[in-house]
């Protein structure tokens, strides 16, 4: 992606005269979209929100927008408001001060934006438009409002752009939606919701859905083609339109969705008919040889087995099926140490670093790293990949770098603890792990968000010296504690409830020796019944109890427990449950069943 990115997002949802309607989408639309261009791990975009502002207000931040830009820059700026026509076809903006016969004065022209994309220094302008258009004139005037469009790619495109200079235009609708007669305005019942057009953006780059050729990235074509068919899909009344001046491709955001995509070579034809084959023993041996090209050295004919793989296990039967199933299991992504534990580090030292090897054949080693968190950074190795953390800030990291193969994904969690620089003493790199690495800025580069995990083939690195191990990470104990408390506490409850029941049983047969001259009440408190099955009931309701504080505070404050301590945590409660619950039930019953019958024995 470009060296810098700029982002100015317009949104006017009240408005000071009375003929406009009042917009409810412009104000969600616009902390939504502000959020998925922000994101850095999407948009990495630097984002300003203009909201509700006069005419003047935004003239004055759309030229500054465009002023002083340099051409690896690339804008993008973003209307969400009224779209008005004058009588003689002249598109405006509606400001929060507009007043509707007074455009001229009271409006921000779309020449005046054309304007400005025209003379700015960067590269490349983008504009999205997600406007409800209206025509404003007097009664008895029916030019505008008879046409039913709008128009507004003319407004934009009618001028030749600067020599060099790229631009593009997508525009949520183009057709009139409502007019002001008198002042007064008037709605189309089929008018659509101005936020079907942002919310589809927002989607689309949010999901990675947009990125519909599946190359990890999400272009400005792809964007279109995505948002068109969700807008016309929820409201066939509306149609985008676009109009572009660009060279090359013009790269909007980063994709989280997808995996990668490579182009198949298909397996022989002989190969394809005996998978077809009636016999059993045919197919078989076609899987058989199947898997032999899945661990190929050469990519493309080891995705063209997996496809056919894939095929086999859903429609073949099942004994062949789970040969299928078993043989696309060898190429999961399987990174080896998939928990990263960078210890203490110093603010301000140079990036520490840890490898990931990845197993298996080649196409499960080649995937797409994608880190979550700014302070990540991935780097390919022959074998793998380097993990470095970035120092810049205090505090516990925890984040995560999920890998993106052809068939699967993975997770790798890291967790990094930055504390203040004391000195020249201070926690820094080990010797030798410095060599070679920057310290990974938060810009828009490509390689620091996506990294390409390349196939066998690719030259190691040079070996260095071992790293010293990072001092392990001080974690609490207290989730693990309450978690084995609550644990005895089930199993107390358990033992109190057999021992209730062990004299209540010896207390009935004895009141059945008695005859008519005994009660049950007698028998109980000689046998001592009641008082286990009261610490039954109350061990047990603890034991829940404190099962649950575990369970909360190792899910609040997962940043201070390792994985196997939160692990822990879960299964020791999750047992504590399974033994609680019945036995409360238990003696439950027993309580009630004891008071009911009772006053008949």
Same mark, same amino acid.
């Given at each position: 992606?470009?060296?810098?990115?700029?982002?100015?997002?317009?949104?006017?949802?009240?408005?000071?005269?009375?003929?406009?309607?009042?917009?409810?989408?412009?104000?969600?639309?616009?902390?939504?979209?502000?959020?998925?261009?922000?994101?850095?791990?999407?948009?990495?975009?630097?984002?300003?929100?203009?909201?509700?502002?006069?005419?003047?207000?935004?003239?004055?931040?759309?030229?500054?927008?465009?002023?002083?830009?340099?051409?690896?820059?690339?804008?993008?700026?973003?209307?969400?408001?009224?779209?008005?026509?004058?009588?003689?076809?002249?598109?405006?903006?509606?400001?929060?001060?507009?007043?509707?016969?007074?455009?001229?004065?009271?409006?921000?022209?779309?020449?005046?934006?054309?304007?400005?994309?025209?003379?700015?220094?960067?590269?490349?302008?983008?504009?999205?438009?997600?406007?409800?258009?209206?025509?404003?004139?007097?009664?008895?005037?029916?030019?505008?409002?008879?046409?039913?469009?709008?128009?507004?790619?003319?407004?934009?495109?009618?001028?030749?752009?600067?020599?060099?200079?790229?631009?593009?235009?997508?525009?949520?609708?183009?057709?009139?939606?409502?007019?002001?007669?008198?002042?007064?305005?008037?709605?189309?019942?089929?008018?659509?919701?101005?936020?079907?057009?942002?919310?589809?953006?927002?989607?689309?780059?949010?999901?990675?859905?947009?990125?519909?050729?599946?190359?990890?990235?999400?272009?400005?074509?792809?964007?279109?083609?995505?948002?068109?068919?969700?807008?016309?899909?929820?409201?066939?009344?509306?149609?985008?339109?676009?109009?572009?001046?660009?060279?090359?491709?013009?790269?909007?955001?980063?994709?989280?969705?997808?995996?990668?995509?490579?182009?198949?070579?298909?397996?022989?034809?002989?190969?394809?008919?005996?998978?077809?084959?009636?016999?059993?023993?045919?197919?078989?041996?076609?899987?058989?040889?199947?898997?032999?090209?899945?661990?190929?050295?050469?990519?493309?004919?080891?995705?063209?087995?997996?496809?056919?793989?894939?095929?086999?296990?859903?429609?073949?039967?099942?004994?062949?099926?789970?040969?299928?199933?078993?043989?696309?299991?060898?190429?999961?992504?399987?990174?080896?140490?998939?928990?990263?534990?960078?210890?203490?580090?110093?603010?301000?030292?140079?990036?520490?670093?840890?490898?990931?090897?990845?197993?298996?054949?080649?196409?499960?080693?080649?995937?797409?790293?994608?880190?979550?968190?700014?302070?990540?950074?991935?780097?390919?190795?022959?074998?793998?990949?380097?993990?470095?953390?970035?120092?810049?800030?205090?505090?516990?990291?925890?984040?995560?770098?999920?890998?993106?193969?052809?068939?699967?994904?993975?997770?790798?969690?890291?967790?990094?603890?930055?504390?203040?620089?004391?000195?020249?003493?201070?926690?820094?790199?080990?010797?030798?792990?410095?060599?070679?690495?920057?310290?990974?800025?938060?810009?828009?580069?490509?390689?620091?968000?996506?990294?390409?995990?390349?196939?066998?083939?690719?030259?190691?690195?040079?070996?260095?010296?071992?790293?010293?191990?990072?001092?392990?990470?001080?974690?609490?104990?207290? =989730?693990?504690? @309450? #978690?084995?408390? *609550? %644990?005895? /506490? &089930? !199993?107390?409850?358990?033992?109190?409830?057999?021992?209730?029941?062990?004299?209540?049983?010896?207390?009935?047969?004895?009141?059945?020796?008695?005859?008519?001259?005994?009660?049950?009440?007698?028998?109980?408190?000689?046998?001592?019944?009641?008082?286990?099955?009261?610490?039954?009931?109350?061990?047990?309701?603890?034991?829940?109890?404190?099962?649950?504080?575990?369970?909360?505070?190792?899910?609040?404050?997962?940043?201070?427990?390792?994985?196997?301590?939160?692990?822990?945590?879960?299964?020791?409660?999750?047992? =504590?449950?399974? @033994? #609680?619950?019945? *036995? %409360?039930? /238990? &003696? !439950?019953?027993?309580?009630?069943?004891?008071?009911?019958?009772?006053?008949?024995?």
């Amino acid at each position: 992606m470009t060296d810098s990115r700029h982002a100015l997002i317009i949104a006017n949802d009240r408005y000071t005269d009375q003929g406009l309607k009042k917009l409810r989408a412009p104000a969600q639309d616009a902390a939504a979209l502000e959020k998925v261009l922000h994101d850095p791990q999407i948009g990495d975009f630097e984002v300003e929100v203009v909201h509700n502002a006069s005419a003047d207000v935004m003239r004055r931040r759309i030229q500054r927008f465009f002023n002083d830009r340099r051409r690896a820059d690339t804008l993008l700026l973003h209307f969400s408001c009224h779209g008005l026509k004058s009588e003689s076809g002249e598109l405006y903006f509606a400001a929060s001060d507009t007043e509707p016969p007074l455009l001229a004065a009271t409006a921000v022209p779309s020449q005046f934006v054309r304007s400005c994309m025209s003379v700015t220094r960067a590269g490349r302008s983008v504009l999205f438009l997600d406007c409800c258009y209206g025509g404003a004139f007097s009664r008895g005037s029916s030019s505008v409002r008879a046409s039913g469009d709008v128009n507004v790619l003319e407004s934009f495109a009618k001028d030749e752009p600067v020599s060099g200079r790229g631009w593009a235009v997508i525009t949520a609708s183009d057709s009139m939606e409502y007019a002001f007669e008198d002042n007064h305005l008037t709605e189309d019942s089929s008018a659509p919701r101005p936020s079907v057009f942002t919310h589809a953006v927002v989607e689309g780059l949010e999901t990675g859905e947009a990125d519909l050729d599946a190359d990890g990235k999400v272009s400005l074509d792809d964007l279109y083609e995505y948002v068109y068919r969700q807008v016309r899909e929820q409201n066939p009344h509306q149609t985008p339109k676009k109009a572009a001046e660009l060279h090359g491709e013009l790269h909007l955001a980063h994709s989280r969705r997808g995996r990668i995509k490579i182009a198949a070579v298909p397996s022989p034809p002989s190969l394809q008919t005996a998978l077809n084959s009636e016999e059993f023993l045919t197919r078989q041996g076609a899987v058989l040889e199947l898997q032999k090209r899945l661990e190929h050295t050469e990519l493309p004919v080891a995705e063209g087995a997996r496809q056919h793989l894939e095929e086999v296990a859903r429609n073949d039967i099942q004994q062949i099926a789970v040969m299928a199933s078993d043989a696309l299991g060898k190429i999961r992504l399987a990174p080896s140490p998939d928990h990263l534990d960078f210890g203490l580090m110093a603010k301000g030292s140079a990036p520490r670093k840890q490898s990931v090897t990845m197993h298996g054949p080649a196409l499960a080693r080649h995937c797409v790293a994608q880190p979550r968190q700014s302070w990540l950074r991935v780097d390919p190795t022959g074998s793998g990949l380097e993990v470095h953390v970035d120092t810049a800030t205090e505090g516990r990291l925890s984040g995560d770098i999920v890998l993106k193969g052809v068939a699967d994904e993975s997770v790798i969690h890291v967790e990094a603890e930055v504390v203040p620089a004391q000195g020249s003493g201070d926690t820094g790199p080990e010797p030798g792990t410095s060599d070679g690495l920057t310290e990974p800025s938060h810009g828009g580069g490509d390689e620091q968000h996506t990294v390409v995990i390349g196939p066998p083939g690719t030259p190691p690195r040079p070996k260095k010296p071992p790293e010293t191990t990072a001092p392990a990470r001080r974690t609490d104990r207290r =989730a693990p504690a @309450l #978690a084995g408390a *609550a %644990l005895a /506490l &089930a !199993v107390a409850s358990i033992g109190t409830l057999v021992l209730a029941m062990q004299r209540a049983v010896t207390a009935i047969v004895e009141r059945g020796e008695e005859g008519v001259h005994g009660t049950i009440e007698d028998n109980v408190r000689e046998y001592g019944a009641l008082t286990p099955l009261i610490v039954c009931l109350v061990t047990g309701a603890v034991a829940l109890v404190v099962g649950a504080v575990a369970r909360h505070d190792a899910a609040t404050h997962r940043e201070h427990y390792t994985r196997q301590a939160a692990s822990s945590t879960h299964t020791l409660t999750s047992i =504590a449950k399974g @033994l #609680a619950i019945p *036995a %409360l039930v /238990l &003696a !439950v019953l027993a309580g009630i069943a004891y008071l009911v019958g009772s006053p008949y024995w």
